[in-house]
């Protein structure tokens, strides 16, 4: 280790001044609100799948389907995928120009068509009413459901009112304003408001149609919308303005007043009561008596004209364009700035904040700071100005790291309280003469330590620098992390070096041999409880009480790529990476540590959740901070963001399923008319889905065929599954879905399907062929007694035969000359006798003829001849 004394350059200059360090130079104060904001997280168009780009109605149906009329037809859509129906099937739609959309109280959805007259669906059935029917006209624009539950309808010609199979209508006779009608609006107490195309407003109650005079109703505005806020003001969206009803008083506001455009095309009150508007030239949103624009859109488009708003179960709010297509927007649990809000720049490295509560920003272009809701930007004249990383001594004094060395930021003489101008001191050592800076650690004891990006580990004490390399002991002269446990050690992480513990003066190195995952450390992270946090590119290390644990994806971790820690004070660990922000219950950690849990379980958050961009920033410090408030704060690469930890909340609904096709054999099956499926090859194809439209890719899927599959399939996210050969039977296709936290439908859906068997595969086809087979067996068996007794029959006459002829017959018997065995008829010699037994009648007895005894016996027949031998002259 050496040290050396170096002199401190530190230029004290005024503000506004182009030296090379300097006071900062400001940019002028943007206010910025801490509210999450609304994000358009999707558009669809034509391109997508949506049938045509004009969005005129909106609705998500009880079966959580989301329906689109458009101009060209309508849509059901499950957030994957648009389903059309139109005029290209005869039993659809007559016309394709949907203005309206309803759901009746009996579940069926009903289409008001312009020029197709209104069209009901029920049960896979498509009902027209027209002029035909008793409609005053085909051009339908309007519906509701009436006082007595009739299905009132708005057309070019006046209102129809469909109930019990008969129509009524009422036209300008009736009282009518005009003929033509374009909205509708029923109160609880029975009143129906009427708007028609051109400046007339109607009152229905208790069958009487009345005129009803709003003097800021002009003459040609058409009447679009009304809505009836939970503060009981009654909203009229014209074409000339909005209108507000208060109290029995009217208000009419345009442009003059804040709204975006003039033509207001759609008012709608959310479940949490804010008011939406949608005008002519975007949407708007009614907030503390005023209109505030939204922008809706992309880096590619934007949606404008907005026509039609409407709101789902999950809380998302859903815009129709007159030429953009279809847009989602959900509230985010994040908020984030970003140079659209006066960021300096988008690449937000670091984030903190000191002691006055003020909350500063390192960015690639500059450093800001935040205070009450008002964001300004520093920088320092003739330098890059990239920010790495922050810190603040015990004097309340913020140090800054950069690509150019090290400042310390300072208060303007003679300015006091924490909105003062900042005053930038250099504080860098002469040699080198510029350094990149990558962490910043100051202590409670004044001394200041930087890790750099290359040239190790600089101590800044009293105004003196010490600088330490791999020649002192480190183990890598690349820093990625400074920290100071509670024991008094200081942990460096390097970049290929591992992990290094300096104490007393001396280094200890850790490595993947001493149970770190990975010796490539990207921060270290000390948490509320002394727990030393690594992170590396291969997972994260925990070391406590002297031992490394190691976590992994295939533990439960997000990523194992993890850029930045945050205690959220509330038991959770926060975590940044490049796919978004996670966190990790710290019990969940520790019971994994400990051995008693196997498994652990992350909660990711994405676009969906309100975040800018999923890409973190790394090798920064600091990169996460938590703020006296309890905000969760990370940098990014489109700005830093914040998250409230106390605002979470998962999405606990679980999402419908449907069974939405069934095809057997390559055709589609209507499992609505019969159950019953004709002999066929057995090959089934179920098309299912699952209605949850905050992040319709992470939601999951399991499936079985009951008295097939032994056990439920896991699908991930595949809405489609496969059987082919089955075999006939009775089967119950049963499909279950989780959202995109994890909350099951557990009763999902199911669909009966009974697979009628081909002749061949019936039991009856089975018996007939035992009872041939047994059928024919008894003939073969008669057969074969008949031909074996016809056959005894015939060798009995051929070996009685050859018995006489061997009475009649000498010499013709192939007789042995040895032996004298018989060759019988199969080429096998027996004895003779058992050959004459076998062919004749004839019995034998058996002895010994003199000559055989005299040869096998010759001591026994010599003895006979003494006895038996005859005088010699008896002999001759």
Not at 857 to 869: H, I, W
Request: net charge neutral; charged share 25%.
């Amino acid at each position: 280790m050496f040290a050396s004394a170096l002199v401190v350059g530190s230029l004290l200059l005024s503000p506004g001044s182009m030296s090379k360090y300097g006071a900062a130079d400001p940019a002028p104060p943007r206010r910025v609100s801490r509210e999450p904001g609304w994000r358009c997280m999707e558009v669809w168009r034509q391109p997508q799948g949506l049938p045509q780009n004009t969005v005129y109605s909106i609705l998500q149906t009880r079966d959580g389907y989301v329906w689109i009329g458009t101009k060209g037809g309508a849509a059901r859509f499950d957030g994957v995928r648009f389903t059309a129906f139109d005029d290209t099937r005869p039993d659809q739609l007559k016309e394709n120009e949907v203005w309206s959309l309803l759901e009746a109280p009996d579940g069926a959805l009903w289409m008001a068509t312009y020029g197709g007259g209104a069209v009901r669906y029920k049960d896979g059935a498509f009902t027209t009413f027209g002029t035909k029917d008793g409609l005053l006209s085909d051009y339908t624009a309007a519906l509701a459901v009436g006082p007595d539950g009739g299905i009132w309808v708005g057309s070019d010609g006046g209102v129809s009112v469909l109930k019990d199979g008969h129509v009524t209508n009422y036209t300008v006779k009736d009282g009518l304003a005009q003929k033509g009608v374009r909205s509708f609006y029923l109160e609880r107490d029975g009143t129906m408001w009427i708007g028609a195309l051109r400046g007339g407003l109607n009152r229905y109650k208790d069958g009487k149609i009345a005129a009803e005079p709003i003097p800021e109703i002009g003459h040609n505005a058409e009447i679009r919308r009304f809505c009836r806020d939970r503060e009981q003001n009654l909203w009229i969206a014209t074409t000339e303005g909005v209108i507000r009803v208060k109290d029995g008083r009217s208000t009419l506001y345009t442009t003059r007043e804040g709204l975006s455009s003039d033509r207001v095309y759609s008012v709608h009150e959310d479940p949490q009561g804010r008011l939406w508007f949608g005008t002519d030239k975007g949407l708007d949103r009614w907030r503390d008596g005023a209109f505030v624009p939204m922008s809706i859109g992309n880096e590619v488009s934007t949606v404008e004209q907005i026509v039609s708003v409407a709101s789902d179960h999950e809380g998302s709010l859903w815009v129709g364009s007159l030429r953009d297509g279809l847009a989602r927007l959900k509230e985010g649990l994040f908020v984030s700035y970003t140079a659209r809000e006066g960021l300096a720049d988008n690449y937000a490295s670091t984030v903190m904040q000191d002691r006055q509560g003020r909350i500063w920003v390192g960015t690639a272009k500059g450093l800001n700071r935040l205070i009450d809701g008002t964001l300004e930007t520093f920088t320092i004249p003739g330098v890059s100005n990239r920010i790495n990383s922050l810190a603040e001594d015990p004097a309340g004094r913020l140090w800054v790291g950069t690509n150019d060395g090290i400042y310390r930021v300072e208060a303007t003489p003679g300015c006091t309280g924490p909105a003062c101008a900042p005053r930038f001191v250099s504080v860098m050592p002469r040699e080198p003469s510029a350094i990149f800076v990558r962490v910043i650690l100051a202590e409670a004891d004044g001394t200041v330590w930087v890790g750099t990006n290359l040239e190790g580990l600089l101590q800044y004490r009293e105004g003196q620098w010490t600088t330490y390399t791999t020649a002192n002991g480190l183990s890598d002269n690349a820093i990625r992390g400074l920290v100071r446990d509670r024991e008094g050690s200081l942990w460096i992480g390097t970049r290929g070096g591992g992990l290094c513990r300096m104490k007393d003066g001396a280094f200890r190195v850790y490595k993947m041999a001493d149970g770190l995952v990975n010796d490539n450390v990207q921060s270290l992270y000390l948490d509320d409880d002394g727990v030393l946090w690594v992170s590396t590119r291969q997972g994260v290390s925990r070391y406590k009480d002297g031992r490394f644990k190691s976590y992994t994806v295939a533990d439960g971790l997000f990523t194992n790529y993890v850029y930045a820690f945050v205690d959220d004070g509330a038991g959770n660990l926060w975590m940044s990476c490049s796919k978004g922000i996670f966190r990790v219950p710290k019990k969940e950690l520790a019971d994994f540590a400990e051995g008693r849990s196997p498994r652990f379980a992350s909660s990711a958050y994405g676009i969906e959740h309100g975040l800018a961009t999923t890409v973190a920033t790394i090798s920064h410090y600091p990169s996460g901070f938590r703020t006296k408030d309890g905000g969760v704060w990370f940098t990014t690469f489109k700005g830093v963001t914040v998250v409230d930890p106390q605002r979470l909340s998962a999405n606990a609904l679980p999402p419908p399923v449907h069974i939405e096709e069934v095809s057997v054999d390559g055709a589609a099956w209507d499992t609505r008319r019969t159950t019953t499926v004709p002999p066929g090859r057995g090959d089934i194809t179920f098309r299912f889905t699952g209605l949850s439209f905050l992040a319709p890719e992470k939601m999951r899927f399991r499936y079985r065929l009951s008295g097939y599959d032994p056990d439920w399939i896991d699908s991930g996210t595949r809405r489609v599954a496969y059987y082919t050969n089955i075999p006939p039977g009775g089967y119950t296709f049963q499909v279950a879905a989780s959202n995109n936290d994890g909350v099951w439908n557990e009763t999902g859906a199911s669909v009966a399907l009974s697979l009628k068997p081909h002749f061949y595969q019936t039991w009856t086809f089975y018996l007939l062929c035992a009872l041939a087979a047994a059928t024919a067996g008894a003939g073969t068996q008669r057969l074969r007694v008949s031909y074996l007794k016809a056959r005894q029959k015939e060798l009995t006459a051929r070996v009685t035969e050859m018995v006489a002829q061997m009475k009649v017959i000498n010499g013709l018997l192939p007789i042995c000359a040895s032996c004298k065995k018989i060759r019988d008829d199969g080429g096998y010699w027996n004895q003779i006798e058992t050959y004459i037994s076998t062919h004749s009648q004839a019995e034998f007895s058996h002895s010994i003829c003199p000559d055989c005894t005299a040869k096998l016996y010759p001591d026994y027949q010599a003895d006979l001849d003494k006895r038996v031998k005859p005088p010699d002259d008896a002999r001759n």
